[in-house]
């Protein structure tokens, strides 16, 4: 075949079709998930906290604290700081010189980013349903670069917010510090991020990490890193609510004796003869540690996770120390709080009804969620109280042999039936009466109520004003029964007397 020759109509249209792209409406499946009716979603971390700034000892230590928010309305927060464990984290106090030498900023003020400086990166998002960014980060490199540190807080939603998530997420690295004797800390970082997964549940992620810790005079207690984390998921349905607690530390020892912890307490890393035997082991170095005036607590794993058909709170905790003999010439006394390692809390408050939810949190670490509550089930229906004098309708036939009894003369109650009018409508029903002979406005069965008091068009049909006819009495009070009876007995009475009498005539006649 010549390539300029013409195909048959049919082929040609076949051809047309085999490449012609038809477009195909999107699939509701690929459009983006949308977020519970209300919602909020919380995280925190806070890699060590100790006690009040009036206890602390002559030290240097900043460490990260980082807390952001988000919820349905579109409200979100991203908080990071570098501040003193003092219990006051979302205040820090300025540094300055050394300390923060190479400071760098975005997003700052340019009266912000001088020395001394303040290190909070701070931002809001509150634009309603249109979309926003807002961003500051500030790092320096310190003193020959020994002491580094930076904060870094976002939030951001493209558009549609509210129903889409604004997402909040934070970043700090903290640098070298300590308080002599007591505790050291070579660094700390910390994160949250609160935001939507493919699937429409909202997820809060909350990391604490503490880098070459050491507790003690002596370096009784010392670990390479401790790393706390608490993750939230959930979304409207009341079965989508769940969380993880994780808290791991590696190259733990105590006293010079490597030991792991586990979810059934602290065991010796090397193992002895048996388990029992390792988590014994780990006991008798507790009780030593605690002779020295250092006192170790470990976390309760089974109290980090709470569910409810509302919200998820996974709340995980590092180790606790107390200090009860003192370290030179401070005393231990004068700490009125413990020191707290590793602390990481999300929070996914989410459900598929309106209603107001937050969270919370004081400066130990507690969170107080609020979520609506319950809604009260709506009263029963209050049933009409029946006009005074009737009673309960009863189904009956009326005298044309139709269901629609007429009421019984006297009760006052309606007609349990309105006959029909000529046209095939229903025609008004007659206006009832109470007990008092007042009428009362009856309700049109058309479009247009009848008000009370107006003047009605006589009724047109006779079986609404005619009296009861005698067949409607007879069947009524029963009567048309019996005198049919008694009429078939008085006829059989009468051919049982009349027939003999005949017979004895026609004898005598005959």
Known sequence: MKLGARLPRALAVAAVAAVTVVPLAASAAGAAPVAPTAYTVFGSAQPLVWGAASSLPVGDLRVPFVWGKTNNLAVASANAALSVPDGNPTTPKP??????????CTGYAENFCKDPFTPLAKVTQNNGVNPGHAEQTASFGGKDGHFP????????????CGDQIVHSATNALGPTGGYGGYVTVGSSSASHDLSMDDRGRLVSTATSELDNVSIGPKNEVHFSKLVATAQAIGAGADNTKDGRADLRIADFYILDNPVELTRAGLRLANAGPSEQEAYDGAKVLLKKLKDRGIVLDLPNFDAQLTKTPDHVTVDTQGLVVHFEQSVGSVEASAF????????????????????KTDVTQNPNGSVTVQSPPPAASAPPPIQPRPTQGSGP???GINSGGNPGKSAKPGSGGPRDTVPSSPGGTSSSPPPAVNSGGTPTAPVATGDTPIPAGSATAAPNNPNDVAL????????NLGLK???SVSRAFGAFLGLGLILPLSRFLIRRLG
Do not use: Q
Not at 95 to 104: K, N
Not at 149 to 160: K, L, M, Q, R
Not at 337 to 354: C, E, K, R, S
Not at 468 to 475: A, F, M, T, Y
């Open 95 to 104: 540094m300055s010189g050394d300390s923060i030498s190479g400071l760098t």
């Open 149 to 160: 540190g930076s904060i870094h807080a976002v939030t951001d939603c493209p558009g549609n």
């Open 336 to 355: 009125s709080y413990p020191l707290n390692l590793g602390h990481a809390t999300a929070v996914v408050i989410a459900l598929n009804t309106d209603g």
């Open 393 to 395: 309708s009863k189904p």
């Open 468 to 475: 009861p006819s005698v067949g409607d009495l007879e069947r």
């Open 481 to 483: 029964g019996a005198r």
